[in-house]
């Protein structure tokens, strides 16, 4: 083998050290829990015997309440729970993929999910208006519904105490009681439920572009060549990048699936899986600094940390676009992807090129 091999292994220590570490904060980052009123994150519980005072606006991938919210609570999540030891003072608007009141809601509930159950312990005392793909009241509602959605089922154990308008398959157990009228409203399948707070959609987006630029900071100083190298191959030869990405993201799945059918690959394709999760993370944030570094570059200035800030900003304005958005933002997947690809394949070149051997 050629080269000097002393200072190998401090320099794979780094290394190895500078991914691990651009690793551990960018998932526990994406992951996280910020505290105080405005908590945004992946997981966000208010505990039995926690009381948050003046409302709490969160945007996460689980909210949880067990304890108290003192005023409203604004949440957009994949998921809200108001346990049974729940309270919430105030009202409760969301937007999630579930959401569950097995606790008190002093207020009024203004919601759109995918699924919204009143359990059997949960208690409204307001009004509630929602849009959902199924809406289940087995608990108490002491003022008026109006629910738009694909199923709507009062159990033997609910109670209303205004009101019940509803459009979709209504089913009514026997032993549901609605102190005002039952009526069907057909103009309700497209419930006028207030999609979010617009501080909470301000907190969310804001949260997101935080954890980029963080993670971009990151990956800049922990991996400058990597990251030089994702953006030359986007300014230089985007269509072979692009594609280099494209073949990454079918074929890994691909080979991790044959992995599963060999006894001794299952806990590499494991690994894998986990690893490619968090590879995708990595280079969408890569592929956002090489389109901020060709968009630099074409202004002639060189700085990555302009290059850095401009990418992620651009493309997350253009990701509002409708159709157009959903396109750029895929494509600054895969320009990341294949720019961490042909990474990859230089730095083999590169080694094999040091220890002797014949390169393609």
């Not at 926690?50 to 945007?59: F, H, I, K, P, R």
């Not at 209303?160 to 399948?189: M, N």
């Not at 990595?282 to 302009?306: C, F, I, K, P, T």
């Not at 676009?321 to 494509?331: D, H, K, S, T």
């Amino acid at each position: 083998m050629s080269g000097d091999t002393s200072r190998m292994p401090s320099s794979i220590t780094r290394r190895a050290v500078a991914v691990a570490l651009v690793a551990v904060l960018a998932v526990s980052t994406f992951a996280g829990v910020a505290a105080a009123d405005d908590r945004a994150g992946g997981t966000i519980v208010v505990a039995e015997g926690e009381t948050v005072t003046d409302g709490l606006q969160a945007a996460g991938g689980t909210v949880v309440v067990r304890g108290t919210v003192e005023g409203d609570l604004e949440a957009f999540a994949g998921s809200v729970d108001v346990a049974e030891s729940g309270t919430v003072t105030g009202d409760l608007d969301g937007v999630a993929g579930s959401i569950r009141i097995a606790g008190t809601v002093e207020g009024g509930v203004d919601a759109a999910a995918g699924s919204i159950d009143i359990t059997e312990t949960g208690v409204v005392r307001g009004n509630v208006t929602a849009g959902a793909g199924s809406f289940t009241h087995a608990g108490t509602v002491d003022g008026s519904v109006r629910v738009g959605a694909e199923n709507v089922a009062l159990a033997p154990t609910a109670s209303v105490g205004g009101d019940f308008v509803y459009d979709g398959d209504f089913t009514r157990a026997e032993g549901a009681t609605v102190g005002g009228e039952v009526r069907h409203d057909p103009s309700l399948g497209s419930t006028n439920v207030s999609p979010l707070p617009t501080v909470g959609s301000w907190l969310v987006s804001l949260y997101f572009l935080a954890v980029t630029l963080f993670v971009g900071a990151l990956l800049l100083l922990a991996l400058p060549g990597v990251s030089a190298t994702v953006a030359d191959a986007t300014a230089n030869a985007a269509p072979r990048t692009l594609g280099a990405g494209f073949l990454a993201l079918v074929g890994t799945p691909f080979v991790l699936v044959l992995l599963l059918f060999t006894i001794v690959g299952i806990p590499v394709a494991v690994a894998g899986a986990l690893l490619y999760a968090l590879v995708l993370a990595l280079s969408y944030v890569w592929g956002a600094y090489a389109v901020g570094s060709w968009l630099v570059g074409l202004a002639e200035r060189e700085n990555r940390w302009l290059a850095l800030v401009v990418g992620v900003l651009g493309v997350h304005a253009v990701s509002y676009a409708p159709v157009l958005g959903g396109l750029v933002e895929f494509g600054v997947l895969l320009l990341g992807l294949g720019g961490l690809a042909v990474a990859g394949y230089r730095h083999v070149r590169q080694r094999r090129a040091d220890d002797g051997e014949p390169t393609a």
